[in-house]
């Protein structure tokens, strides 16, 4: 390889996977059937981000919601969207331009990867299956395979600890800034998509180590990273 990045980790939704529309349709759904007013597409955009919980109380209650505490009333309605998504994970969800082509490359330039998401980790394998992207992924991930989720760096350094490869030597892909905190404190280098979903913001405004339009970009990007001088 004419890189020294030796394994990168991808965030999922808004990363890999434009899966707002049907995280859309799953939202709308509940709040239709508990008579609130539904979303538009673009609102749920801003929503995304800390798995569905946070994104149902965002949803139900406005962008700043946290979800509660044994609420056993919101269990369910989680219950509830989660069923419903489950069995809608792709029906308008699509990689982004460039992503096949590029797990591919880096693929065949032996180099492992894995997914890090939010998402709970069945329906994370399942639409990754459902897209066919499953086969380039030594491990995923999700928001309930171990005790913590991003923005905690333990999900990053639990693959890397799998993988046998120091933080510094591999790179997070991301879109938001729950990607961007984990790395810093994975001490990992991380990249932004400019796609994605960001309540907002834009990627430059998080400060990560690149932005990137493109998936091509990403072969150039991990040169540029070999280039700079590892941590004594």
Not at 18 to 39: E, F, I, K, Q, T
Not at 47 to 69: D, F, H, M, N, Y
Request: glycine share 8%.
């Amino acid at each position: 390889m004419s890189f020294a990045v030796r394994a990168i980790l991808f965030d999922l939704d808004g990363t890999l996977v434009d899966s707002a529309p049907d995280l859309c349709g799953a939202m709308n759904y509940l709040l239709a059937m508990r008579g609130h007013p539904v979303l538009a597409l673009e609102q749920v955009r801003d929503l995304v981000g800390q798995g569905g919980r946070a994104l149902l109380a965002r949803g139900l209650w406005g962008e700043g919601a946290i979800p509660p505490q044994n609420d056993p009333h919101f269990e369910e309605a989680v219950a509830v969207f989660l069923s419903y998504y489950g069995n809608h994970l792709t029906d308008h969800s699509t990689p982004y331009p460039g992503v096949l082509p590029m797990l591919q490359w880096f693929q065949q330039q032996g180099v492992p990867m894995a997914v890090v998401t939010n998402k709970p980790e069945a329906l994370a394998q399942r639409m990754l299956e459902q897209l066919q992207l499953d086969r380039f992924f030594v491990h995923v991930v999700g928001g309930d395979t171990l005790t913590t989720c991003k923005p905690d760096a333990e999900p990053l350094l639990y693959v890397l600890n799998q993988l046998h490869i120091p933080p510094h030597q591999a790179l997070m892909v991301g879109d938001s800034e729950i990607d961007v905190v984990a790395a810093r404190q994975a001490g990992c280098p991380v990249v932004l998509m400019s796609h994605g979903y960001r309540h907002g913001m834009t990627a430059q405004q998080l400060s990560p180590d690149g932005v990137l339009d493109h998936f091509d970009q990403l072969r150039t990007l991990c040169a540029v990273l070999a280039d700079k001088k590892e941590p004594s």
